[in-house]
Structure formats: structure tokens, C-alpha cells
């Protein structure tokens, strides 16, 4: 067979630099390790996703090269399996080594390292994987890679564990081979929370120093989370060059199943009173028709399918204590059950707990095709009730953890706090109860990352329910828009070409409706960014080729969409009403070039971008100022006003009347064009240059409520 060859370019601007080998022996391994759990259409995706991340990387031949990615997928959405896909790629392409940052706790370390090792099939000596090695590894790693090996560290996130890694791996021997640094949940931990103080914190700079001692390598964060690796100052070394969308496969279930139109087949809202703090070790009515709801369904996925695990997630509190209180009222409550699941059918508290188990199956019917019968179902019921465990998930003394503890008994529920958050696969999770949630502002990727509930679950998404307050329903329906927000702007940045360091940072999110923050404040700045008022570009371009070549653009752009002379009390202006924003963007803005002013033409584009695809800004009024002719202005503190203002001591109905620049645009969003000449710095003459100036009206419709990232930092960290 002739070998295939891929050259994918998501997100990025430049062209491919070459083509990537996509049938090699490593990737192909891989493919029999995963034949038949998905369809082939799913599997090409995979490596296709995975391959155009690797053609952004630096050439494995080259003697040198760096690259920062950004691998965004969806929470429980399988991004594991999209790295495993990459290093068998970068394996079968020329790269030597491998490091994985595997989480910030042990146990996440040891299943990543566990399936890596059993999916890339380390017993065929291709490569030779290692977990947080001692500097004493070096004479083997050394044999491997000059035994032609592939090299595999599987490293904690931890600033102790990756510098031992940095003196391995930059030691003068093997400093130069080509190396695959992969970050598992690169917004956790990696990213530097003191950059406001001006210092690095000692993961990020641990991360740093290893980049620092590899002069050719890739660094990929994967997420699906990534407001913080977005909102990072573009000047941060973290900050992607690219990035690429992981899209999840067909049976994944997120948040358009759980919060979308269909909300109300899996959602169980828990009365306010219910979910307040002072009940997390309760078991309220609400706590206990999730317990009946997910026994029921334990009956029927038994029925339907043998030796299927099932779990509930229980998550009231961070609060240890709570966590006992609660694992034990519950592990109280199931024993009661079961003992009086052997009473008598007849015993009036047999016959209650009946009846509360038969409306939790009727609930249940309302998403369960072809559902067993009750009375069938009633039966499986009295072994279901034995064959559950409750586990308490935290530090305490009975305390586990699922990842290194493996389920014993076919029912599981777990009551926790934080350990059962990010990284965290609870398998065969149905029905979760959730009350915890901050009373104030707390952050969208924290929140999103508590979705344990998102995965592959068609098989058993009918038996599926989610009981949360009313409140934590609405902040997950607004992430919801959130998510679908921005990877509708980075599919659409992939179709324009653009890299996604041209992408304006701008998020869909309403902070202070819904009290939500897009992420950690300690780790990037941010702003909520309304779009209401004028914007007024005052600091212009004042090279004079640049200016005169904007001042073309701006003449080229009228002569192609000419306005009419319209008089504004005393002063007539040139109108073009009724623009298409679409047109003004490609034919005016986009050409326009403003760097070094205070015109952030990106936003300004994906503003009314977004406006218009929205249905909410059909079109947009251009006025060219004084009909052309220049304005003569004075900078202070290098700004200039372009805006004149209203006429001095001089009511409406006098003829030489004028209102002002910023009270022309009629209630209509409007974008004021200013040719001015402005006193060089220095100088003796003036530049002829142009300043904008955008208005949006104070109505609801042109408000997206999105937050865009705040001042970059001047100096990077030291």
C-alpha cells in the first residue's frame, strides 16, 4: 500500500509546511486497539483531527523550531484518545519523545499512564514509556533513543516532577531530539496565577524552563475549558499560535441534550428551599426521588442489559463533614430499603416504599422506550437494592477514590465534593444530584468542568435524570450559549482562514445576570463588554504612508458604495444609509490598517459579525464627515478628539445650529468616518490621517452581553 498523507491547516493562516504520514504502524496499532467501539467515519475524524495538529508543528527534521497549540474539546468528550491518535502520529512522523502532563493528583496520573500504555501497546517495545523518572533513567532513556526508540514520560503536574523532567530532557544528550509536550487539562494548574504580581507561579514556571531546555518542540494544552488559555495575554508564552476544535463524537451527550430544547426529559428541578446548604447532609424529598429514580433505572438497564455498571453522582457540599453526614443518612436510608424490600407486599411499609419506587418508574416511562412492565421491573428491583454501594469520595479516612478503586457492586453512588470534578470518568453515570454552587460569582469553566454527567450515553440516555435548583439549571443553560458561542466563532475564524491569534477574544457570557466569570481572575484580565455608546478611535496612525494609504482605502470604499450629501443643522455630511455590515467589514474595515491606534478593528469586525449572523443588525449607517474635507486637530497626551461638538451658545431653530457629531445618528448604529490633519510629533507639518468612531444604540437587541480580554500586560513575567 502507498503510504497516505495529510496536510490539514484548522485555524491557522499559514499553509502547511508538509505532508503528514496517517498510516504508519503506530496508527494503525491504535486503529485495531479501537475497531468496533467506533464507527470508521468517527475513527478518520479522530486521526484527522489529530493529524492537523501535528502539521502545524515543527518539522521533526528541522534542527530547531517551537509551536504552541490549543486542542479544544468538549467536557467527557474523549480528548484522551485525541492525544493518544497525535503521539501515534508524531511517532510514526519523526518525533522522538513524548511528555505528557498528566494532572495534578496521583490518580489521574496513574489511569492516564495506565491507558496510554495500553492503548499505544508499549509491550511491542515501539516505545518505552516512563512515569515521573528519576535523573538515574537517563543511561536508559539514552539506549532507547539511540536504539532508535520512541520515548514516553508520563509526568505530574507538579512543578517538582516536571523541573526533574527538564534535567532529564535537556541534559546536552538528548536535549535535541524532537519533543511532543502534551498538557492533559492545560488550564489547570499550567497557566501562571501570579502574572499580576509580575511573577511566575511554580508550575507555569516549571513548564517555562522544560519549553525553555527543548529547541524543538510542540507544546499542546487540551481543554474543554479553555476562556483561560484564550484570555491569557497574547504576549504569554502559553498562548496558543493554534488551535484546533476536537469534535466529539456521534453519541456524545453534552449540553445541548441535557439543557437545550429537550431539557425537560433529563432535567429534575430541587425545590430552592432543598438545595440550601444547611440541608447537604439531608436527605431531602428531592435527594430521595434521585435515589428512587436511579434504583428503577438500575432495574431496567438490568433487564435490558447484563453486567452494565451504573452510578449516581452525589455533590451537595466541598464540605468533608458534609460528605459524611450525607454518605452515611444515605448508606442508612438504601439499608432501611432493602430490609423492608423483604417484608411482605402486604406490609404497609413494603407498600409504601412500592409506591414511591412506581412513581420514580413512571417518571422513568416518560424518556424509556418500550419499558419493562412494572410488575418485571418491581423484581429486578429487590436484587438491585442489594447490589449497591455507596461510596464516599474525599480525603477522610473511609474516604476513596474511584479512579484507583474500582466499582465492586453493579450500583455505585458517589457523595463528594471536588475529587469528583475535572479529569474524573464516573462509568455508567445516570442520575446525578447537584446542589453546590457558589452564592455569588463564580467561574464558567469550574462550573462546566462539574458537568461529570456530559459523555457518551445514548445507549442509556433514557434512564438519565439531572436534579439541580433552579438556579444552577438557568447558569448551565447560559453556558450552554456560552460554548456554542465561541466554537461558532472559531468554526467560522476556520473557514475565514484566520489564525486564532487574529481571533478577537470574545465570549458570549452575561457575568453579572447570572454572576458568572469566563475563569480564574488570577490568571488573565477580562472585561464585560457591552457594545453601547460611541467607541472613538483617539489615538491615530501617523505614519504618513500607512495614513495616506488608509485614507485611499476609505475614498476607494465610496466611490464604490457612493452616499448622498445630507445637511445636520448647519454642516452636510456624506450618508450612506442602510450598509450591509458584511460589506462594510470586507470593504472597508478588514483593509483598514490601524495598528498602533486604539482602534481594535478585531472587535469591532466580530461585533457586527455577530450582530448580523444573529438577525439583530441588518444594517449599519456610514457618514464621511464634512463631506470629506479635513478637520484640523491637536493631540494631548498623543489623543486626539475626531468628534465636534455641539455649536456654542446657539439653539435648534438657529441656522448656523449645530448638534454635535454624536447626536447625528438618529437612534441607528452608525459609523462616523473623520479625515483629519493632525501636528506631527516633532515636526512642523501635519499628517492627513483618519480616525473612526462606531455607535451602537442603548437598545437590548444590540446587546450580547459578551466579556472580551482586558489590557494586555506590558512585561512578560520574570
Known amino acids: 500500500m502507498e503510504p497516505r498523507a495529510v496536510g490539514l491547516d484548522p485555524l491557522a493562516s499559514a499553509p502547511p509546511r508538509r505532508a503528514i504520514r496517517i498510516d504508519g504502524p503506530e496508527i494503525q496499532q491504535l486503529e485495531v486497539r479501537y475497531h468496533g467501539r467506533m464507527s470508521e467515519a468517527e475513527w478518520d475524524e479522530v486521526v484527522a483531527t489529530a493529524a492537523s495538529v501535528l502539521v502545524k508543528c515543527p518539522d521533526p527534521e528541522s534542527s530547531e523550531g517551537r509551536a504552541t497549540a490549543l486542542a479544544l474539546g468538549k467536557v467527557q468528550s474523549g480528548k484522551t484518545l485525541s492525544y493518544t491518535a497525535l503521539i501515534a502520529l508524531a511517532i510514526d512522523n519523526g518525533f522522538r519523545i513524548t511528555v505528557v502532563l498528566a494532572g495534578t493528583k496521583n490518580p489521574l496520573l496513574e489511569q492516564t499512564y495506565a491507558r496510554l500504555v495500553h492503548d499505544l501497546d508499549a509491550k511491542r517495545q515501539s516505545l518505552t514509556p516512563f512515569k515521573n523518572p528519576p535523573p538515574q533513567d537517563a543511561d536508559v532513556i539514552r539506549s532507547v533513543l539511540h536504539g532508535n526508540g520512541h520515548i514516553l514520560i508520563v509526568v505530574l503536574k507538579h512543578a517538582k516532577r516536571i523541573r526533574d523532567a ?71 508564552a502559553l498562548s496558543p499560535d493554534f488551535a484546533v476544535l476536537v469534535d466529539p463524537g456521534m453519541d456524545y451527550c453534552g449540553g445541548s441534550v441535557f439543557f437545550g430544547d429537550q431539557s425537560q426529559r433529563y432535567i429534575r428541578i430541587i425545590p430552592v428551599d432543598q438545595a440550601e446548604p444547611e440541608h447537604a447532609q439531608e436527605i431531602t424529598d428531592s435527594l430521595r426521588e434521585a435515589l428512587l429514580s436511579f434504583l428503577v433505572g438500575a432495574a431496567i438497564r438490568t433487564l435490558r442489559e447484563t453486567k452494565a ?30 430490609d423492608t424490600a423483604k417484608l411482605p407486599d402486604t406490609d404497609p411499609a413494603a407498600r409504601e416504599l412500592w409506591d414511591m419506587f412506581q412513581r420514580a418508574y413512571e417518571d422513568l416511562r416518560g424518556t424509556v422506550q418500550n419499558p419493562p412492565p412494572w410488575a418485571q421491573t418491581q423484581d429486578a428491583l429487590r ?6 454501594e455507596v461510596w464516599m469520595v474525599n480525603s477522610l479516612p473511609l474516604g476513596r477514590d474511584p479512579i484507583s478503586m474500582p466499582f465492586r457492586l453493579r450500583n455505585n453512588i458517589l457523595v463528594g465534593g471536588n475529587m469528583l470534578g475535572r479529569g474524573v ?21 469550574t462550573l462546566e468542568q462539574r458537568a461529570r454527567w456530559f459523555g457518551y450515553k445514548v445507549s442509556y440516555l433514557d434512564l438519565c435524570r439531572i ?23 472559531l468554526q467560522r475564524n476556520q473557514r475565514q482562514g484566520l489564525s486564532v491569534r487574529d481571533w478577537p477574544r470574545m465570549f458570549r457570557l452575561d457575568m453579572e445576570g447570572w454572576q458568572l466569570r469566563p475563569t480564574r481572575p488570577n490568571v488573565a484580565n477580562y472585561k464585560q463588554f457591552r457594545g453601547q455608546g460611541w467607541e472613538i478611535q483617539n ?28 445637511r445636520f443643522g448647519n454642516v452636510d455630511h456624506i450618508l450612506l444609509r442602510g450598509c450591509s455590515p458584511s460589506v462594510l467589514i470586507s470593504g472597508l474595515l478588514a483593509p483598514l490598517g490601524v495598528d498602533g491606534g486604539d482602534w481594535d478593528k478585531a472587535y469591532a469586525e466580530e461585533y457586527l459579525s455577530r450582530l448580523q449572523l444573529g438577525g439583530r443588525l441588518d444594517s449599519i449607517d456610514v457618514v464621511l464627515m464634512s463631506c470629506g474635507e479635513f478637520r484640523v486637530r491637536t493631540p494631548a497626551n ?38 483629519l490633519r493632525v501636528p506631527a510629533d516633532g515636526a512642523d507639518f501635519r499628517v492627513e490621517t483618519m480616525a473612526l468612531a462606531l455607535y451602537i444604540p442603548p437598545d437590548p437587541q444590540y446587546d450580547l452581553r459578551t466579556v472580551v480580554r482586558g489590557e494586555a500586560e506590558e512585561h512578560a513575567p520574570s
Open 638 to 675: 498623543g489623543r486626539v478628539n475626531p468628534m465636534q461638538g455641539r455649536s456654542p451658545n446657539r439653539e435648534p431653530a438657529d441656522p448656523d445650529f449645530y448638534p454635535g457629531d454624536e447626536h447625528i445618528h438618529d437612534g441607528r448604529v452608525q459609523l462616523q468616518i473623520h479625515l
Open 166 to 236: 527538564t534535567r532529564l530532557l535537556g541534559s546536552p544528550e538528548l536535549r535535541n531530539f524532537p519533543t511532543l509536550v502534551i498538557d492533559d487539562e492545560g488550564d489547570e494548574a499550567s497557566l501562571n496565577t501570579q502574572f499580576r504580581a509580575g511573577r511566575r507561579s511554580a508550575t507555569y514556571d516549571a513548564i517555562i524552563h522544560l519549553r525553555e531546555a527543548l529547541p524543538l518542540h510542540a507544546y499542546i494544552a487540551y481543554t474543554a475549558t479553555p476562556q483561560a488559555n484564550l484570555l491569557i495575554s497574547g504576549v504569554d
Open 539 to 566: 489615538r491615530v496612525v501617523m505614519d504618513p504612508p500607512r495614513a495616506s494609504r488608509n485614507i485611499e482605502i476609505v475614498r476607494g470604499f465610496l466611490r464604490e458604495h457612493p452616499g448622498e450629501v445630507q
Open 467 to 489: 436534579f439541580l435548583s433552579p438556579r444552577l439549571r438557568d447558569r448551565y443553560t447560559e453556558l450552554l450559549r456560552h460554548e456554542d458561542d465561541f466554537w461558532e466563532a
Open 309 to 338: 455498571w451504573h452510578s449516581m453522582l452525589v455533590h451537595t457540599s466541598n464540605l468533608r463533614l458534609d460528605h459524611a453526614g450525607l454518605y452515611n443518612a444515605i448508606r442508612n436510608l438504601i439499608k432501611l430499603w432493602q
Open 425 to 445: 470518568t464516573l462509568e455508567g453515570l445516570a442520575v446525578t444530584y447537584i446542589t453546590r454552587e457558589a452564592q455569588h460569582e463564580t467561574n464558567a469553566d
Open 383 to 388: 436484587d438491585e437494592i442489594w447490589l449497591t
